[in-house]
Each structure stands twice: as C-alpha cells, then as structure tokens.
C-alpha cells in the first residue's frame, strides 16, 4: 500500500478551520432562528421546541468523552468525518418533521454530531498531530471560527425568507454532508502519529484518572459548566429576546452579526500578544467580560447599548475559546488530552444540555427576558470565580 502523504500543516489548519466555520454556524447557532417559523407552522409551545435543542445538548455531553477517548487511540479523523457526516442526515431529518416526536431523534444525532465536530475534538487532533504549534493552531481555528454566528443569523434568515425554513434545513444538511465530511477526511489523511517525538515529561503528563483527584479539575469543570449554560441559554433564545425587546429583525441581525467579529477582534489582538499573556491570565481577563456583557444586554433596549453588549460579549466569547483549548495540556499535559478534555466537556455540556429548556421554565416564572438576562449574567460571574480559584496542579 502507498505512503499516504497528508497535507501540509497550513492547510489542514485551513480545511479544519472552514468546517468549524460552517458546523458552528449550523449545529449551534441556527436552531434559534427555526424557533418562530415551526412554532408558527405547528402551533409547538417554546420549552417543546427547546426540549428538541436540549436532547442534542445532552447528546453532546454523553458523546465527548466517547469522542476525546477515540482520537487518543488516533482515529480523529474517523471521528470528525463521521461527525460532519451525521451532522449533514440530522439537519436532512429535521426538514422532513411533521410531528414533534420526529424533531427529537433528529437533534439527538446532531448532538452525537456536535461532540465529533465542535472545537474541542479538532483541538485533541491538533494537540497531538502537532504538539510544537498546537496554540497557534487552535488560535486559528477559532479565528476563522469566531464568524461562525455573523454567517449564520443572516444566512439562515434569508434562506428561510427566500425557500422556506425547510428547503433552508436541506440546503444546510446537504452542505455539511458533501462539503464538510469530505473536507474532514482530506485534511487529516496520513499517519495519526504527532509531528516530532514526544515530550522527555510526557510520561509526568496525568491520566484522566489522576486528573479527576485534582481540585483544579473540578474548578476548571465548574467554570466550563456555568460558561456553556450561560452561553446556549443565551443562543438559544436570543432571537426571542430581541423580539420581546422591540427590536426589529433588522436590528436583531445587526447586533447579533457584530458577536462574530468581536470574537475575531479579540483573537487577532491574542495572535500578537499571546505569547506573553499564560492561559490563566487570559482567562481571567475575559471571563469577567461574559457577565458584564449580559447586564449590559439586559438593562438596555437602544441599538447603541446592543452593540456594546456584541462588542463585549464577542471578544469574552471568543478568547474563552482559546482559553478552554489550552489550559487542560498547559494543567494536565498534552498525553491524555483527549479524554480529560473529553470527560471536562461531557460534565459541562450536562449544564448547556438543559439550559434552553431550563431559561424557558425560567421565562414563565419571571416577568420577561430582562430577568432572564441577569440571571444569566449572575451565573457568568460564579464562573469567573470558579476560574480564579483552579489552580495549575504542578504549582
């Protein structure tokens, strides 16, 4: 059999970062802008149609440690094609539903879908394909990636507006299924073995068992999970928000279009300076920005306090990214990152699993989305202290 030679580092970064453009933009960020349309085609009351986003939260969680486990063993590109791939049938099953039951094992198998594509297995795959460049490459990704929500708001609103929300649910499952898998499976052809020789520490770097005896662990996990609740609350029902506030769909677009470049904005500042700036110290920094933001967005309804909310929420959003990518290798080492990223992000995607459901329990309790907002900003603060108290285990 031929010598497979893969692709150059440059461009895997490249294809990669292309499919966690276009898989954010359709597993994560589209399902609030299908919420209105189905609710109005089938009557469905707002926690049902949430209940379908929740399964594939939970989904998520239950599958990452599976997924971090897989590409230790060296099967990532396996696992990311296969992502893509499922991702593609979930989206072609969801523009076929007539009946809620049929939206529910649709989202389950985008969730399965998620834990395969989103973020943290291409940063496992990285992180072991190309242990001398894996920060700068991970910075990249989320660079290209940080435009995920500006392609997505506007991108769906005009499918749905000029086709339908369900030829727009076929449009987006076939780009996934015969643009991102095949994508996936270039990208990562060739040995799965790391570009140079392993570490002289790597036999130091902890196991997920010795990892989880670690009161950092735990700190870093709580963190996570009070940052991925607040943040698929927040996506899940900004859309609706936007219209309790008043806000035309002009309007909505255009705050919600200025998230990804903040997000950019506040990579590109990083690829400069991130080598003096350690993973704790960013994430300090712009932990704090995530419940700013929020009050910000709930004490205001003009345009002007919209946009500052974007600005703040976008550039906090985008560097925690950077910041959930290094700190488990910078903490933990880089020999087992799979799995320990894998079991961090299963906890935590436990809390972003229930959070539409639960802000949508929540609405009905409170007066509207304003106390919802503050809520949220109230659980983003928890998870700054939750950072500044997890502390690197070899200190």
Not at 47 to 52: F, K, L
Request: with cysteine.
């Amino acid at each position: 059999m031929p010598l497979v030679i893969p692709p150059s580092y440059r461009a895997t970064i490249a294809a990669l970062a292309t499919g966690q453009l276009i898989a954010w933009a359709a597993l994560f960020y589209a399902f609030s802008s299908f919420v209105l349309p189905m609710q109005r085609e089938f009557g469905w009351s707002k926690p049902a149609v949430m209940g379908a986003f929740t399964l594939g939260m939970t989904m998520w969680g239950l599958v990452s440690y599976a997924a971090g486990a897989a590409i230790d063993r060296g099967h990532g590109r396996s696992v990311m094609t296969l992502g893509a791939a499922l991702a593609g049938v979930g989206f072609l099953l969801w523009s076929q539903v007539d009946s809620l039951w049929l939206l529910y094992p649709a989202w389950a198998l985008m969730g399965a879908a998620m834990a395969m594509t989103l973020y943290e297995p291409a940063f496992s795959v990285l992180t072991k394909r190309y242990p001398d460049h894996y920060r700068q490459g991970i910075t990249s990704l989320t660079l290209v990636g940080g435009f995920a929500s500006t392609l997505s708001f506007p991108a769906v609103a005009w499918l749905i507006a000029t086709w339908g929300w369900r030829v727009a649910l076929v449009v987006i499952g076939v780009t996934l299924l015969c643009g991102v898998a095949p994508l996936h499976a270039w990208a990562l052809r060739g040995p799965n073995t790391p570009s140079r020789a392993p570490a002289p520490d790597a036999a130091d770097d902890a196991t997920l068992h010795e990892a989880l005896r670690h009161r950092s662990f735990w700190l870093l996990t709580t963190t996570f999970t009070l940052y991925a609740f607040v943040s698929a609350a927040l996506w899940a029902h900004i859309m609706p928000a936007f219209v309790a506030k008043g806000t035309s769909e002009a309007q909505a677009l255009m705050v919600v279009m200025w998230v990804g470049p903040a997000q950019v904005a506040g990579r590109v500042v990083y690829l400069w300076l991130g080598r003096y700036v350690t993973p704790r110290a960013l994430g300090l920094w712009v932990l704090a920005g995530t419940p700013v933001s929020l009050a910000v967005f709930a004490l205001t309804d003009h345009l002007a306090g919209l946009l500052v909310f974007a600005m703040l929420f976008g550039v906090a959003n985008g560097l925690s990214t950077i910041v959930r990518g290094n700190v488990v290798p910078e903490y933990f080492g880089r020999e087992h990152v799979g799995r320990i990223s894998g079991a961090m992000s299963g906890i935590a995607l436990m809390s972003r699993a229930a959070a539409p459901l639960l802000a949508a329990w929540l609405l009905v309790a409170v007066p509207g989305y304003r106390e919802v907002m503050m809520v949220l900003a109230v659980l983003g603060l928890g998870s700054w202290v939750a950072f500044a108290l997890a502390k690197p285990p070899r200190v």
